[in-house]
Structure formats: C-alpha cells, structure tokens
Nanobody, 115 residues
Framework: QVQLVESGGGLVQAGGSLRLSCAASKSIFSISTMGWYRQAPGKQRELVATITRGGSTKYADSVKGRFTISRDNAKNTVYLQMSSLKPEDTAVYYC?????????WGKGTLVTVSS
C-alpha cells in the first residue's frame, strides 16, 4: 500500500492551466500503473489519464490533446498538466496507484473552472 496526497487544485478561468501533483509515501518505481481520475458533482468517478511503469499513457477522449500525465520516479510523484481548461473539467481529481493486489486512492483535490 501507498499513501497518496494530491495538490495543485484551485480556481481557474476557462482557457487557463493548472498542474496537479500526486506525492506518494514510498517509491512508485514498482507500481505498475498510476492514474488520475475525477468526479464531478452528481456524476460517477471517471478515468482521466493513466501512465504505466514503462511510460505508456492513456487518456480519456475528453482530455486528449489538453492534458498530459507524467511520472517522476525519483521524486515519487505523478503529475497532471492541464491546459485549455473548460468548465466541464470542474471536479475533484483523485490520484490512483494500481497494484497487482488492489488499488490505493488519494483524498482528492478540487479543480474549479469558471466560464
């Protein structure tokens, strides 16, 4: 298991940018997949982006070309660079670590995009 702490959320105008960080309590080198998910009010949690140990990435169609996920194994941190933000990106963003025996979640960071 690993503890995950997200940061970097806040209020931003449409068209703006934010970078989210997810700091892990221990090495993420061996974690097969790290990811970002989000949950908007009244909606189910959805996948935003994932990155494997080898660096392969996957994105939700709604964020392709606007968001970039990356991981810094030396800093035990995963990032989500978000650009061209839209009001529909407003949500609580959660970091996720996927292991062979289960997953761990952070508590989330709120991103609010004003129009």
């Amino acid at each position: 298991q690993v503890q995950l702490v997200e940061s970097g959320g806040g209020l931003v105008q449409a068209g703006g940018s934010l970078r989210l960080s997810c700091a892990a309590s221990k090495s993420i080198f061996s974690i097969s997949t790290m990811g970002w998910y989000r949950q908007a009010p009244g909606k189910q949690r959805e996948l935003v982006a994932t990155i494997t140990r080898g660096g392969s990435t996957k994105y939700a169609d709604s964020v392709k070309g606007r968001f970039t996920i990356s991981r810094d194994n030396a800093k035990n941190t995963v990032y989500l660079q978000m650009s061209s933000l839209k009001p529909e990106d407003t949500a609580v963003y959660y970091c996720n670590a996927a292991f062979s025996i289960g997953t761990d979640w952070g508590k989330g960071t709120l991103v609010t995009v004003s129009s």
